[in-house]
């Protein structure tokens, strides 16, 4: 949007300014509380404690004598809103802080609180883990703002889980670096010399403009970065001048275009040759990471696996779940004489083995005379410090590119080196994949039927009684921690996640609802396995889904422990030989039990539950989708088996 087209979207800006603009004085009156969008709303659940806009405060008539009043006509951070209007965000996940009161105030009045649209976060983790869900579906990043200091340091780790999965946020921090100009007290200790150190190990880019040309010019660079493979965090500081002063350059002020970078394809002689090692394999085998981006990806991926009729292992959403040549598993990486490692940068715990005891010994899964091929962008940008990259694997055939966008080229290769003889062998090869996948997928099913009954629920009634009830809508898998999905039929690229994250628990819920965010506007039914431990990091993200109307069926894996750190204990008390007993000590959470369906319905979220009799199960996510399909967030309490 232009400086000048964006004007008219000032109106009432005087009235407004009559009553908040004082200088010397703290600018507390014309706060209007109240719940966004509210008329435009589908209407609330039953359980659901849903407040009307709250009172308007009393707004100070006049101010008192000895204070003057200011008023700016066009702030630095209302340019700021055009350039992150032209970036086409749809939203801009906060907690609020004084460090961006000015872009904050032309988002919400300059900028109609339309594109970028603000969501209220209870935390910054919280920001920052829903830009992550969003960005894992949309493909695009979503924009978060911090405050200074603070904001920054309880957004760090989810950063880093951005970071670490390569997943683009764009994020924006206030700050104060002009001393003369901070508040005495608090500003002081929410100012920083260099804001985006702390998080500069584990973002793609960060800069600190120091004129609104430098602000537009950089912002479109952030953008850039953080969307081009490998994807990440990029960070911009707003410094509160540049926001809250007049805007003084005034006509000068030009917003760049965004240039959209195309993805790196495999040069046309690595393609070749990868071919060709791929048509004369006798057991070739595709290994996918973070690989296919769009549904069109997917189909290019079948089309390369019925081709060679060969086993693709998926790591992460990229291939149908249900397809006949879906799997594999170790056997078909020890036979295998060709690996395609498509995205890989964790291609050495595919090939290899480690077991975790005292040396930790490991050893080569593969052939001596296998021939990897890797693609992949993750080798185009990385940090030294932070160690997500997995332990070195050599490959014999390496190109520094886009898996999907290298797709049709080889393709292309492979179709021109085909002969009927290899044709024939293929289709031998595919018909004994199908049976043995059929053998392992008959294994799966019984392995499921097992303490069917049991109380508390075991985790595969629970994956199987939610997939039977969503199998037939147009669904997607917001978030998992843990259920066992062996049985469900993932066929669309949107239905998981892409891009993965570092582990860094407290992910899942936030996440799952920016993913909801994203598949909202789709109509799809979104829904997620959460577990306890993940939730309790920052439940209050239940209440931005209830405020934001945020369809999305939560599910609890509710096994009442961190139970995989319970594991952890047991292990080393076992190795030592010593008290295995004692291993839920600071492990889990007992005593008092945490009743998630209250904390759900406290925070406005319609809940079911604690859920100990299986039989209940399916009534209750009945109940629970319905709530979901008029708009709203639920959540149903499963108290689970561990694992
Ligand atoms: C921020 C963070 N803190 C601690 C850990 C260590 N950790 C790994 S798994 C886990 C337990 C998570 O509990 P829950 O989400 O309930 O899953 P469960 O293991 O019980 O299935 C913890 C604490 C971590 N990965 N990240």
């Known amino acids: 949007m232009s400086q000048q087209s964006s004007k008219k979207a000032g109106v009432g800006r005087r009235k407004f300014l009559q009553s908040a603009a004082v200088v010397g004085g703290s600018a507390t009156a014309s706060v209007i509380g109240g719940v966004s969008g509210a008329a435009a709303q589908p209407a609330p659940a039953p359980q659901a404690q849903r407040s009307g806009p709250a009172p308007l405060m009393p707004v100070d008539a006049d101010p008192p004598p000895d204070v003057r009043v200011l008023t700016v006509d066009r702030a630095g951070s209302d340019f700021m809103v055009d350039v992150l209007k032209s970036l086409d965000f749809e939203y801009v996940a906060a907690n609020p802080g004084s460090a961006f009161r000015g872009l904050h105030e032309s988002i919400v009045n300059y900028g109609g609180n339309k594109a970028p649209e603000l969501l209220t976060c209870c935390h910054e983790e919280s920001s920052v883990a829903l830009a992550h869900g969003y960005a894992a579906v949309e493909g695009k990043p979503m924009m978060v703002m911090a405050h200074s200091t603070v904001g920054l340091q309880h957004a760090s780790m989810a950063i880093y889980n951005a970071y670490a999965g390569g997943v683009p946020v764009f994020i924006i921090v206030g700050n104060t670096l002009d001393a003369s100009m901070r508040r005495p007290g608090a500003e002081w200790y929410h100012s920083v010399v260099d804001a985006a150190a702390m998080v500069r190990d584990y973002t793609k880019w960060d800069d600190n403009p120091v004129s609104l040309t430098h602000f537009a010019e950089s912002s479109m660079r952030a953008y850039k970065f953080a969307n081009t493979f490998p994807k990440g965090p990029v960070l911009i ?48 085998v595709i290994v996918a990471g973070d690989a296919i981006h769009t549904q069109a990806g997917m189909a290019l991926l079948v089309e390369l696996a019925e081709l060679l009729q060969a086993p693709v292992q998926d790591q992460g959403g990229n291939f149908p779940s249900q397809h006949r040549l879906n799997g ?50 993750y ?108 049985m469900w039929n993932f066929d669309k690229r949107y239905q998981r996640l892409m891009g993965g994250d ?17 598949h909202r506007k789709h109509g799809r039914l979104a829904v997620c396995i959460q577990t306890d431990g993940d939730l309790m990091y920052a439940p209050g993200v239940l209440w931005t889904a209830a405020h934001h109307r945020i369809p999305l069926l939560s599910v609890m894996h509710n096994n009442r422990a961190y139970h995989q750190e319970v594991m952890h204990v047991q292990r080393m008390s076992s190795r030592r030989q010593r008290n295995v007993t004692t291993s839920h000590i600071g492990n889990t959470l007992w005593d008092p039990f945490i009743d998630y369906a209250k904390l759900a319905q406290g925070l406005g979220v319609y809940s079911e539950g604690p859920i100990t009799n299986p039989n209940d199960l399916g009534p209750a996510l009945k109940r629970a989708i319905a709530v979901v399909k008029r708009g709203e967030p639920a959540l149903v309490d499963v108290v689970t088996q561990p694992r």
């Open 379 to 486: 080798g185009l940008f990385s940090h030294g410090n932070y160690q997500n990259l997995q332990r070195y694997q050599p490959v014999d055939l390496s190109m520094t590119a886009d898996s999907e966008a290298t797709l049709p080229s080889l393709l292309e290769a492979i179709k021109r080196q085909l002969t009927d003889d290899r044709k024939r062998a293929f289709e031998q090869r595919g018909a004994k994949i199908a049976v043995a996948r059929q053998r392992a997928q008959e294994q799966a099913r019984k392995a499921a039927t097992y303490g069917w009954d049991a109380s508390p629920v075991s985790v595969a009634r629970l994956s199987t009684e939610l997939w039977a009830q969503i199998k037939g809508e147009d669904w997607a898998l917001a978030g998992n921690r843990g259920g066992s999905l062996g």
């Open 502 to 518: 570092a582990t860094g628990i407290g992910f899942t819920a936030p996440s799952s609802v920016g993913a909801a965010l994203a």
């Open 237 to 284: 500081v707003a410094d509160s001048e540049l926001q809250e002063r007049p805007m003084e350059e005034g006509g000068r002020l030009r917003i760049p275009k965004l240039t959209v970078e195309r993805a790196p394809q495999g040069d046309s002689g690595s393609v070749a040759e990868a071919a060709r090692m791929l048509v004369n394999a006798t057991n070739p």
């Open 328 to 377: 594999g598993g170790r056997g078909a990486i020890q036979e295998a004489d060709v690996i395609l490692g498509l995205d890989m940068d964790t291609m050495w715990s595919s090939v290899n083995a480690m077991s975790d005891q005292i040396h930790r010994p490991t050893r080569s899964l593969i052939r001596e005379d296998a021939k990897l091929i890797g693609i992949g962008t």
